[in-house]
């Protein structure tokens, strides 16, 4: 037993969850005529329910799940593993019949029916039962309430309400005008442009991911890894001094990590060039900032002409650059935590006298 | 052989009564036509009921079906509905004070037996959280955010932004430990902002000659929490938020979205 909890502790080091994320997604996406199987949906269903049995009759991962506020990420999990399964699954069949020249099931279902009975009797099931879950999960489960709010005595995690620990998960990359104003600020902006920078007239009012394979991808990445897989690593697997804890692992105050961080212009200067940091925070961050201003400015218009030249015309430039700046401002999370894991890297351009840390 | 009569089987009695109710000058007043089971009448519900005339009245086939819109959009609205009714109830109990806020609640829960309304609340507000992600990744996925949805995607968008700030809002309300530190671990982001918070780059650029415009008592987190730390005005503050001015705006915003579903074709499906 303490075998496969160690074992299962160690997959849930941050680095290697997330890279395992990645790769199921990955491995969804590529493998997804298997993956649209019945067995493979129904079989993640109830792998999932027996991890969290077993999960109960630990000490340590059972204080976490049946924690009140917590219970609600335990039904998202199931809930995503299954709308993932099954939205891929609609667009596989889907893709399957358009290839053999037949229609979308959506076409073959065109044909009008009445509000009432058909729709009006659907919502009334629908609301009936969604009545009942939520009496039942209510009478099941207190709300919690806890000790009288004290400016004076924090807790230790202090976590924010768990629909934000993705971004308070980021926070562990970057600072906070990053992580907690401007990436979730382009967010926003990003989820608003989708409309408008996707010009692929395909897909439209029916499932399928051939037709469509840019834009599911980039959707799923951000919304099932970089938005709610952190949310799970934040809720479940983060203790203490937001230390990395293993679910069956018993969350200790003390538990010390050992934090080398690096930045970038200790790299370059004392390590590169054997000289000590210049004074001028400008000179002395001059190569974080050229990189940024690269990553930023000269990265979108190298794409354009080489990689994604083909996205270029068809987007025409204003969709084209504002898709790709978008689309790198989220990739810069991961490439951050790639910074970190493999080179201790904290900051690219540090500079703290002005709250400017990248 | 004299004339004979047949005499008509009666009704039973249920059947009667029935008939004699939707009669009745007061039901008739009520309902203006007998019951959706022809397709006047069918046409006639939708058009006459108030609640029923958000939908058209006949739909294409595959918008009816859960399996192509989970029914995540209506649940949230429903969810919204239900949230909306418990916190009516729960008003009636909570002061936002600081000398009450905390004391209400438990006060809640010890002296109204049987209740479950802040149960409902809570666990409603988390759900809808999830729904609300659900709808948005089945719209994704159907690609119904395309021409000419555009614009309800980003009424979409707003209301994904306001039911996370009502949710975040209602978080602080029972003021207890949980509460003011998620809501101070939440705010202390504000402090961050570029230009506007006292520790976000570039605030020292903010300034009237030698005024200092951004400090600590303010900036963007200030006018947040309506102090510097999450006290008896941050309460206020979104006390009022939640109870008042965000379910108002996202309330209308709904009016809006399911106005546009219907101005855009109805529920979305292959051209
Ligand atoms: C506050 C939460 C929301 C409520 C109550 C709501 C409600 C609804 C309802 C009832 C529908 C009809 C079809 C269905 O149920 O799927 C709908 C459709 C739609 N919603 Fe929402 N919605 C909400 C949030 C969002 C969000 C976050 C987005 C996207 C970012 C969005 C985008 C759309 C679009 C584009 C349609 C048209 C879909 C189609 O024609 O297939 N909505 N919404």
């Excluded at chain 1, 009759?57 to 506020?69: A, C, Q």
């Excluded at chain 2, 916190?87 to 209400?104: C, I, Q, V, W």
């Excluded at chain 2, 037996?113 to 809570?122: C, D, K, S, T």
């Excluded at chain 2, 605030?203 to 415009?213: A, E, K, N, P």
Aim: net charge neutral; aromatic share 14%; with cysteine.
């Amino acid at each position: 037993m303490d075998a496969i909890k160690g074992f299962i502790d160690l997959f849930a080091d941050p680095r290697l969850f997330f890279t395992i994320s990645v790769v199921a997604l990955v491995l969804i996406v590529w493998k997804r005529e298997a993956w649209a199987s019945n067995s493979w949906g129904w079989g993640m269903m109830v792998f999932l329910a027996i991890f969290f049995a077993f999960g109960l009759t630990d000490e340590n991962f059972n204080k976490i799940i049946t924690k009140p506020d917590n219970v609600p990420i335990v039904a998202l999990i199931f809930l995503l593993v299954f709308f993932t399964w099954y939205s891929v699954r609609e667009g596989v069949r889907n893709d399957q019949r358009i290839a053999a020249g037949k229609e979308p099931i959506e076409k073959e279902e065109e044909d009008r029916v009445w509000t009432w009975p058909d729709l009006v009797y659907t919502e009334l099931i629908a609301m009936v039962v969604c009545m009942v879950i939520l009496i039942v999960w209510s009478i099941g489960l207190e709300a919690p309430i806890e000790q009288p709010a004290n400016n004076a005595n924090t807790p230790n995690p202090s976590k924010a309400p768990w629909y934000f620990l993705g971004l308070q998960e980021m926070l562990v990359y970057y600072d906070p005008w990053l992580a907690g104003v401007v990436l979730p600020s382009l967010i926003i902006v990003g989820l608003m442009a989708i409309p408008y920078v996707d010009k692929n007239p395909k897909g439209n009012g029916y499932y399928t991911f051939v037709e469509r394979k840019a834009e599911i991808v980039i959707f799923l990445f951000g919304f099932i890894i970089l938005w709610n897989s952190l949310i799970v690593l934040g809720t479940f697997l983060r203790g203490p001094n937001w230390n990395f804890f293993g679910p069956f692992e018993y969350w200790d105050v003390h538990k010390l990590e050992a934090l080398t961080s690096v930045q970038l212009s200790d790299y370059i200067w004392v390590r590169g060039l054997g000289m000590a940091l210049p004074e001028n925070p400008l000179v002395r961050e001059s190569f974080g900032i050229l990189l940024t201003l690269v990553y930023v400015f000269v990265l979108p218009v190298a794409l354009a002409k080489k990689g994604l030249s083909r996205y270029y015309e068809k987007l025409g430039p204003t969709r084209f650059y504002v898709t790709v700046t978008l689309f790198l401002a989220m990739l810069s999370l991961p490439v951050k935590m790639l910074l970190r894991w493999l080179f201790n890297l904290k900051y690219v351009v540090s500079i703290p006298e002005y709250f400017f840390n990248i | 052989m004299a004339d004979t009569k047949t005499i008509e089987p009666k009704a039973p009695a249920l059947v009667r009564a029935w008939d004699w109710i939707t009669e009745t000058q007061i039901w008739t007043s009520i309902f203006r036509h007998t019951a959706p089971i022809n397709d006047r009448n069918r046409v006639l519900v939708m058009l006459s009921n108030v609640f029923l005339h958000m939908h058209p009245v006949r739909l294409r086939k595959s918008g009816v079906r859960l399996r192509y819109t989970w029914c995540m959009g209506g649940i949230s609205f429903f969810l919204f509905l239900v949230l909306t009714f418990t916190g009516l109830l729960l008003m009636f109990y909570y002061r936002p004070t600081l000398e009450y806020a905390y004391s209400d609640i438990v006060g809640l829960r010890e002296h109204v037996p049987l209740g479950i309304m802040r149960e409902m609340h809570r666990w409603g507000a988390h759900a809808m959280v999830i729904t609300v992600w659900l709808h948005m990744f089945r719209v994704f996925m159907t690609g119904s955010y395309k021409p000419p949805r555009e614009f309800n995607w980003n009424v979409g968008v707003i209301m994904l932004v306001l039911t996370l700030l009502l949710s975040f809002t209602g978080y602080l309300l029972p003021w207890d430990q949980l509460a003011i530190w998620a809501i101070t671990v939440g705010s202390n982001m504000a402090r961050a902002t570029p230009f506007l918070g006292h520790e976000g780059p570039g605030f020292q650029l903010m300034r009237l000659g030698d005024v200092q415009l951004v400090h600590a008592a303010d900036d963007a987190r200030f006018a947040l929490l309506g102090g510097t730390l999450v006290g008896e005005g941050a309460l206020l503050r979104f006390y009022v938020l939640h109870c008042v001015a965000l379910p108002l705006v996202i309330g209308f915003l709904m009016a809006v979205h399911f106005w546009r579903v219907r101005k855009d074709g109805g529920i979305s499906g292959p051209l």
